[in-house]
């Protein structure tokens, strides 16, 4: 079946981890749909990397944290916060690609 992770999840967020680094938060509605994405493995450095457009190298982290459902992405910062050119000083708009995400189990 085709899931959009707008309907399954409560919680898609992108935020600064310092200021070389952005974290995406992904916080699932439930236990069981959590459960099975974490074991389909829908979430991998491969496919963040894919649907970001950026080396598998930039990813930092990817952690499924079972006590809140949710997933935990860190990536380096493509322009550090605050630095000629970047646009997003908080890093609080970079988690639009996720919000078209679909996937299936």
Same mark, same amino acid.
Do not use: C, W
């Given at each position: 079946?085709?899931? !959009? ?8 967020? *992108?935020? !600064? *981890? @310092?200021?070389? +680094? ?32 950026? %080396? +598998?190298?930039?990813?930092? *982290? ?15 910062? %493509?322009? %550090?916060? @605050?630095?000629? @050119?970047?646009?997003?000083?908080? @890093? ?14």
């Amino acid at each position: 079946m085709k899931y !959009n992770l707008t309907d399954v999840a409560s919680v898609i967020r *992108s935020k !600064n *981890s @310092g200021p070389y +680094e952005l974290t995406f938060d992904i916080i699932f509605k439930g236990m069981d749909m959590y459960q099975q994405v974490k074991s389909a493995k829908v979430f991998t450095a491969q496919m963040f990397a894919l649907l970001y457009h950026i %080396p +598998e190298s930039q990813i930092i *982290s990817l952690v499924h944290f079972d006590p809140a459902k949710a997933v935990k992405i860190t990536v380096v910062r %493509p322009i %550090p916060s @605050g630095a000629l @050119g970047e646009t997003d000083v908080y @890093g609080a708009q970079q988690h639009a690609p996720l919000m078209r995400m679909t996937f299936e189990l």
